[in-house]
């Protein structure tokens, strides 16, 4: 160990003082650790100081950012109120109310028109469950009903029940729902007066 007063190198470990100049030999290892931790803790503070000044200059901001989005927010609910009061007291236009009245107008029509459309697909699916027979007798009237089969056409029909395939337009006009007479979809009814 080395004195740290006189710089002598003959110093037992075990001993407290120099022997040449009397210095404490124990008090100066502690005196320098002591210097050491104040020193780290000097720079821990110097460290923190810059952090809080960091911290300072967030909060800062922050405030900045917090008084804009209070100032928005403080114009929104003062205006707010005086916009509804505003649009309220304007009538409703013309032509809002015409087109509203055109909507619900469209709004019926349609729900009529599925109801007439699942009507039509109520009669198709009885017309698919019957039971293919050629022809039934009508009750109400003395005709005959024929379901028609795949490539049937009215002279097909005509020469069939009235031996004639040129009285075809005979059983058209009875049938004015036939739109095309040549070609009959398969499962059509057909009235025939004999």
Not at 45 to 74: F, H, P, W
Not at 85 to 97: E, L, S, T
Not at 123 to 146: F, G, M, V
Request: aromatic residues 6%; contains cysteine; glycine residues 2%.
């Amino acid at each position: 160990m080395d004195c740290p007063v006189c710089h002598n190198k003959n110093i037992s470990p075990f001993a407290t003082h120099c022997l040449e100049c009397n210095a404490d030999v124990v008090a100066f290892p502690l005196l320098d650790d002591l210097e050491h931790q104040c020193i780290d803790t000097l720079k821990d503070k110097v460290a923190l100081e810059g952090d809080i000044t960091a911290l300072a200059q967030i909060r800062e901001s922050d405030k900045k950012q917090y008084s804009k989005r209070m100032g928005r927010m403080y114009w929104c609910l003062l205006l707010f109120p005086l916009l509804f009061f505003w649009c309220a007291k304007k009538p409703i236009p013309r032509a809002v109310v015409e087109n509203t009245d055109k909507i619900n107008l469209l709004e019926k029509e349609n729900q009529q028109l599925k109801a007439d459309l699942q009507a039509a697909k109520d009669e198709i699916t009885i017309l698919s469950n019957r039971k293919d027979t050629p022809s039934q007798i009508d009750p109400d009237k003395d005709a005959i009903i024929h379901i028609v089969k795949k490539g049937e056409s009215l002279s097909i029909l005509a020469e069939k029940y009235l031996n004639d395939k040129n009285r075809w337009q005979e059983l058209h006009k009875i049938n004015p729902h036939i739109e095309n007479p040549w070609v009959l979809r398969k499962g059509m009814e057909v009235k025939i007066h004999k």
